[in-house]
């Protein structure tokens, strides 16, 4: 059974500051691994999807990498600003019909 | 272009009382997944939905069960409602049963007294 950690649960940062989150997932088989924002009581906005085959994908500010062998991916957020605060999600598809198995988020707060 | 909309936002209902939830999908989208989000968690994959017929299905009992309709929209519903039902509850549509991005509504928030 597929299992998905993120870590820290929570992280508090200035603005201006690069952070790092984690994700890890027991299965390396996977299809994809996807990164999601939240806000609070909102659904789910995507940030970027990285395909079992790619290393890493960009946009903008945020920076996703996979290593699907250890298991691990990273998101990596460029020049924090209090707008980015929002709870990250990782995803992962292990098989078809896009059934996307969770973390339980990284609750990311960004101050002034 | 409209995202993928959900109805109602907000839902208070009493135990054992029936419910039932609704999701259009993004224009050009032909797959619904529905999933619960309890709080402080993620998101638990509940069902899927493709050419009118339920595909895949996660760990929930019976009385969740969801229709699609021609013209790709859904309905979530779930009967015997328990107080453990209240949730956050996410509609994600996507193209094909393949492993395409998937796009999610805002959600709808029911709360179980």
């Known amino acids: 059974k597929q299992e998905v950690t993120q870590i820290p649960a929570a992280l508090s940062v200035p603005e201006g500051e690069n952070l790092v989150l984690n994700c890890s997932f027991t299965d390396s088989a996977i299809y994809n691994l996807q990164w999601f924002r939240q806000d609070p009581g909102k659904g789910l906005t995507s940030l970027l999807l990285?395909?079992?085959?790619?290393r890493e994908q960009t946009s903008g500010r945020l920076n996703a990498s996979l290593d699907k062998s250890s298991g691990r991916s990273t998101l990596y957020i460029a020049a924090s600003q209090p707008g980015d605060s929002a709870t990250y999600l990782c995803?992962?598809?292990?098989?078809?019909?896009?059934?996307?198995?969770f973390g339980t988020g990284t609750r990311l707060q960004v101050t002034l | 272009d409209a995202g993928v909309t959900q109805s109602p936002t907000h839902l208070i209902k009493t135990r054992g009382q029936q419910v039932t939830l609704r999701c259009s999908p993004k224009s050009g989208h032909d797959t619904v997944s529905w999933y619960q989000q309890a709080l402080g968690q993620g998101p638990q994959f509940i069902f899927q939905y493709y050419e009118e017929e339920e595909r895949q299905r996660g760990n929930f009992p019976d009385r969740f069960s969801g229709h699609q309709f021609p013209n790709y929209s859904s309905e979530l519903n779930v009967n015997a409602l328990l107080l453990g039902d209240s949730a956050l509850y996410l509609c994600a549509s996507s193209l094909g049963q393949g492993n395409e991005k998937l796009f999610f509504g805002s959600g709808t928030q029911l709360s179980v007294l």
């Open positions: 995803a992962v598809n292990t098989g078809t019909a896009s059934k996307l198995t």
């Open positions: 990285i395909q079992s085959s790619q």
